[in-house]
């Protein structure tokens, strides 16, 4: 059938199953905005206030759903709002696609109002990139995309449409949904090298990160920790993939993760890598990372095998296939002197716990942990109050946990979480500090528009507490440009939205906050009052090892 | 330190060396000679890189490559398993002193030349990227004027081909 080029854009996304895309119109993507209204009982348009947060919505919607996220803009200014959540989904490798409009061709090069070289500017920070400069191409352009976007390690790709493109008249004939490229387990011989080494391990430990999200691997690696009998932690972004009270799991590794994980990854003679890049924030000094331990590294994208790390033995191949390889012949093991050493790390842990009474980071999230359900999902912004959301929250279901890893975008949160609750149907939960909300709080305009029911808690300190607290460890506690000193008032600012808030200063009154804002039908801030000298600990500081651990600091900061 | 050739076989398509060359940039690769062009098939271009560095550093730069859709096939050579070549024009001062002992290099080498005027001479030379590195040296007793060369190319010896490993 002969249809214009938005319309094919707009079929095809139907065509390949979208059902929801966030987005911002303006003059060059205006005809795919007519499309969109022609076709709104098939495709649900979410209009954000800014295209930075719609990016992030259609991030939130691919990290809790598994399924692409898309979201539109217009050319220049919008094309360039939307580069930073591009760049954040690609350093999580998250699905996504992104529609621009451009000036028409013969303009293009032109430096026309509102042209930018959109495909120029993400080349770096997408999978892939289209310029579509024929409507003949537009239909198969986008169907490729959704392949790439979710094959092998997924990511961003971003197409790139003219105005006169969209307005051209051509073919569509509609097609089935595309599937990623069929994942392939790693090599059997490389299989059974590394099951030789899984086999003459005695301390082995399970370090995982996101591949195993993305793999859907969760039951895999259960199976794996139980044959072989090891410990499992993870990187921030393998948050969720298992219960947060599953016996065999410690937590978190890294520089602000759980003692245990992070000595017994230090006390392993063998560690299983499983869809991590061993970015130096789960690392630490990488020189050191290894103690003389095996490494044996499985992931998706063979580049990363080596990159950071030199490996005993490294794995390219689908997750979840590779690890099914690994199950069908690996035997099952027993390691009791190795678990009487990580009773021992667990006990220095909660030797170590922060017992302290009153509004600290913990006994908030641990009152928020009783009023999640299963399947809640939490997204954060970033610093402090992120840190704390992966150390201290309860997770049970995977995929609920939206958190920018790689990236770690301030700002990230409000769409984030957005696009979560969209993708789920479920009332999300953004944990965020007064900074992090100060760059996407305008966003509270579209989650009042549609009635999204969110629980947004802000921990509030006054001050940029990350960068504070290096600046509090490392630079003689010289407070430069970290101390806001705002007089924001966050409960009369949502109310000004149209949102519901309130300031919760004791913890005694936060049960009944939270209840509150649980029961909401639309945003809800909770502006929670802490301590502006309150620290994220353990740390391991920038390039330290085990050794440098700084697990307390003495006095009153 | 080793020194590798790698060819590249990619989509012909606009903006293909563009996304090529901004993944070297980025990764910080380090590249000594480039090459570009058609291939057999309109459809295809071949690029011919090649750099120095250690094992670890070429296998990086492959795997970084091959994540490049439009990238189809990628193959590594060596002296062994392949034939290279370059082509350089070199320009030299016409100076009566030493026009015969640059003619008896020249004749040497197998270079050609291919212009000749009262002021100058220039040399056409196809060969290896080593003999050319040292008739270069051995034209630095004259006087040069201006020289260019257009990077390896190679292809592998025997039947083999490149778009045998296509994998689209």
Same mark, same amino acid.
């Given at each position: 059938?002969?249809?214009?080029?938005?319309?094919?854009?707009?079929?095809?996304?139907?065509? +390949?199953?979208?059902?929801?895309?966030?987005?911002?119109?303006?003059?060059?993507?205006?005809?795919?905005?007519?499309?969109?209204?022609?076709?709104?009982?098939?495709?649900?348009?979410?209009?954000?206030?800014?295209?930075?947060?719609?990016?992030?919505?259609?991030?939130?919607?691919?990290?809790?759903?598994?399924?692409?996220?898309?979201?539109?803009?217009?050319?220049?200014?919008?094309?360039?709002? !939307?580069?930073?959540?591009?760049?954040?989904?690609?350093?999580?490798?998250? *699905?996504?696609?992104?529609?621009?409009?451009?000036? #028409?061709?013969? +303009?293009?090069?032109?430096?026309?109002?509102?042209?930018?070289?959109?495909?120029?500017?993400?080349?770096?920070?997408?999978?892939?990139?289209?310029?579509?400069?024929?409507?003949?191409?537009?239909?198969?352009?986008?169907?490729?995309?959704?392949?790439?976007?979710?094959?092998?390690?997924?990511? *961003?790709?971003?197409?790139?449409? *003219?105005?006169?493109?969209?307005?051209? &008249?051509?073919?569509?004939?509609?097609?089935?949904? &595309? +599937?990623?490229?069929?994942?392939?387990?790693?090599?059997?011989?490389?299989?059974?090298?590394?099951?030789?080494?899984?086999?003459?391990?005695?301390? #082995?430990?399970?370090?995982?990160?996101?591949?195993?999200?993305?793999?859907?691997?969760?039951?895999?690696?259960? %199976?794996?920790?139980?044959?072989?009998?090891? *410990?499992?932690?993870?990187?921030?972004?393998?948050?969720?993939?298992?219960?947060?009270?599953?016996?065999?799991?410690?937590?978190?590794?890294?520089?602000?993760?759980? !003692?245990? @994980?992070?000595?017994?990854?230090?006390?392993?003679?063998?560690?299983?890598?499983?869809? &991590?890049?061993?970015?130096?924030?789960?690392?630490?000094?990488?020189?050191?990372?290894?103690?003389?331990?095996?490494?044996?590294?499985?992931?998706?994208?063979?580049?990363?095998?080596?990159?950071?790390?030199?490996?005993?033995?490294?794995?390219?191949?689908?997750?979840?296939?590779?690890?099914?390889?690994?199950?069908?012949?690996?035997?099952? %093991?027993?390691?009791?002197?190795?678990?009487?050493?990580?009773?021992?790390?667990?006990?220095?842990?909660?030797?170590?716990?922060?017992?302290?009474?009153?509004?600290? #980071?913990?006994?908030?999230?641990?009152?928020?942990?009783?009023?999640?359900?299963?399947?809640?999902?939490?997204?954060?912004?970033?610093?402090?109050?992120?840190?704390?959301?992966?150390?201290?929250?309860?997770?049970?279901?995977?995929?609920?946990?939206?958190?920018?890893?790689?990236?770690?975008?301030?700002?990230?949160?409000?769409?984030?979480?957005?696009?979560?609750?969209?993708?789920?149907?479920?009332?999300?939960?953004?944990?965020?500090?007064?900074? @992090?909300?100060?760059? @996407?709080?305008?966003?509270?305009?579209?989650?009042?528009?549609? +009635?999204?029911?969110?629980?947004?808690?802000?921990?509030?300190?006054?001050?940029?507490?990350?960068?504070?607290?290096?600046?509090?460890?490392?630079?003689?506690?010289?407070?430069?440009?970290?101390?806001?000193?705002?007089?924001?008032?966050?409960?009369?600012?949502?109310?000004?939205?149209?949102?519901?808030?309130?300031?919760?200063?004791?913890?005694?009154?936060?049960?009944?906050?939270?209840?509150?804002?649980?029961?909401?039908?639309?945003?809800?801030?909770?502006?929670?009052?802490?301590?502006?000298?309150?620290?994220?600990?353990?740390?391991?500081?920038?390039?330290?090892?085990?050794?440098?651990?700084?697990?307390?600091?003495?006095?009153?900061? | 330190?080793?020194?590798?050739?790698?060819?590249?076989?990619?989509? $012909?398509?606009?903006?293909?060396?563009?996304?090529?060359?901004?993944?070297?940039? /980025?990764?910080?690769? $380090?590249?000594?000679?480039?090459?570009?062009?058609?291939?057999?098939?309109?459809?295809?271009?071949?690029?011919?890189?090649?750099?120095?560095?250690?094992?670890?550093?070429?296998?990086?730069?492959?795997?970084?490559?091959?994540?490049?859709?439009?990238?189809?096939?990628?193959?590594?050579?060596?002296?062994?398993?392949?034939?290279?070549?370059?082509?350089?024009?070199?320009?030299?001062?016409?100076?009566?002193?030493?026009?015969?002992?640059? /003619?008896?290099?020249?004749?040497?080498?197998?270079?050609?030349?291919?212009?000749?005027?009262?002021?100058?001479?220039?040399?056409?030379?196809?060969?290896?990227?080593?003999?050319?590195?040292?008739?270069?040296?051995?034209? /630095?007793?004259?006087?040069?004027?201006?020289?260019? /060369?257009?990077?390896?190319?190679?292809?592998?010896?025997?039947?083999?081909?490149?778009?045998?490993?296509?994998?689209?």
């Amino acid at each position: 059938m002969r249809l214009t080029g938005s319309d094919i854009l707009v079929r095809t996304l139907i065509e +390949q199953g979208c059902d929801t895309v966030f987005g911002y119109p303006g003059g060059q993507i205006l005809h795919v905005y007519d499309s969109l209204y022609k076709y709104q009982d098939e495709i649900h348009h979410v209009l954000t206030a800014h295209e930075q947060g719609a990016a992030h919505a259609a991030d939130g919607y691919a990290r809790t759903t598994g399924r692409v996220g898309v979201v539109i803009a217009t050319s220049g200014p919008g094309a360039t709002n !939307l580069v930073t959540g591009i760049a954040t989904a690609h350093l999580d490798s998250i *699905p996504m696609v992104a529609i621009c409009g451009n000036v #028409p061709t013969n +303009q293009i090069g032109t430096d026309s109002f509102q042209e930018v070289d959109i495909t120029g500017v993400t080349l770096p920070i997408t999978k892939h990139n289209y310029f579509v400069g024929d409507v003949g191409e537009l239909a198969d352009v986008v169907r490729e995309a959704f392949t790439l976007a979710q094959s092998g390690r997924p990511g *961003p790709v971003l197409i790139d449409i *003219p105005k006169d493109v969209q307005m051209a &008249v051509g073919d569509y004939a509609p097609a089935a949904p &595309v +599937q990623p490229i069929s994942p392939q387990p790693a090599k059997e011989v490389r299989i059974q090298e590394a099951a030789k080494i899984i086999t003459s391990a005695r301390r #082995p430990y399970i370090y995982f990160g996101g591949g195993v999200v993305s793999a859907g691997a969760g039951e895999e690696l259960l %199976a794996l920790a139980e044959r072989i009998d090891a *410990p499992l932690g993870c990187s921030m972004m393998g948050l969720s993939v298992l219960p947060t009270d599953h016996p065999r799991f410690l937590g978190m590794q890294g520089m602000h993760g759980h !003692l245990a @994980s992070t000595k017994a990854m230090s006390g392993a003679d063998l560690i299983l890598a499983l869809g &991590v890049r061993f970015n130096d924030r789960a690392t630490g000094n990488r020189a050191k990372f290894s103690h003389g331990a095996d490494i044996i590294h499985i992931d998706v994208d063979g580049s990363e095998l080596a990159k950071n790390i030199g490996v005993t033995c490294g794995l390219r191949g689908d997750l979840k296939e590779t690890l099914r390889g690994l199950l069908d012949i690996l035997p099952a %093991a027993r390691k009791p002197a190795w678990w009487e050493m990580i009773a021992t790390y667990k006990e220095e842990e909660n030797a170590n716990q922060d017992t302290r009474p009153g509004m600290t #980071p913990k006994n908030v999230l641990e009152r928020l942990n009783a009023h999640l359900e299963a399947d809640t999902p939490v997204a954060t912004d970033v610093g402090q109050h992120q840190m704390w959301s992966a150390q201290y929250l309860n997770f049970k279901t995977p995929r609920r946990f939206v958190s920018s890893g790689g990236l770690g975008t301030m700002g990230f949160g409000m769409g984030a979480a957005m696009g979560a609750a969209f993708g789920t149907g479920k009332r999300s939960v953004l944990i965020t500090g007064d900074g @992090s909300f100060g760059m @996407s709080l305008q966003e509270l305009a579209t989650a009042v528009t549609y +009635q999204i029911p969110m629980v947004i808690l802000i921990f509030n300190n006054g001050v940029l507490g990350m960068v504070r607290q290096w600046q509090t460890l490392f630079f003689e506690k010289h407070y430069s440009a970290t101390v806001l000193g705002r007089k924001t008032d966050f409960v009369a600012l949502a109310k000004a939205f149209g949102a519901w808030g309130e300031k919760v200063d004791c913890l005694e009154d936060l049960d009944g906050a939270l209840s509150r804002a649980f029961d909401a039908s639309g945003p809800y801030v909770l502006d929670c009052k802490i301590d502006a000298d309150e620290l994220v600990l353990p740390m391991l500081p920038p390039g330290g090892s085990m050794d440098d651990l700084i697990m307390k600091v003495e006095g009153k900061i | 330190m080793s020194k590798y050739t790698v060819a590249v076989l990619v989509r $012909n398509q606009s903006g293909v060396l563009n996304r090529v060359t901004s993944l070297f940039r /980025r990764r910080q690769f $380090n590249i000594s000679a480039l090459t570009v062009s058609e291939t057999e098939s309109s459809e295809l271009s071949r690029i011919t890189v090649v750099f120095e560095g250690e094992e670890d550093y070429k296998q990086q730069l492959v795997n970084q490559l091959y994540k490049l859709p439009d990238v189809c096939s990628i193959k590594e050579f060596n002296s062994d398993n392949s034939i290279s070549c370059e082509l350089l024009l070199i320009k030299l001062v016409n100076d009566p002193d030493t026009r015969d002992e640059i /003619r008896t290099a020249s004749e040497a080498f197998g270079a050609v030349v291919v212009d000749y005027s009262k002021e100058s001479i220039m040399l056409r030379l196809t060969d290896e990227s080593h003999k050319i590195d040292d008739f270069i040296n051995l034209m /630095r007793d004259y006087t040069i004027l201006e020289i260019c /060369r257009t990077g390896s190319v190679s292809l592998e010896k025997g039947g083999n081909t490149i778009r045998q490993m296509i994998n689209f």
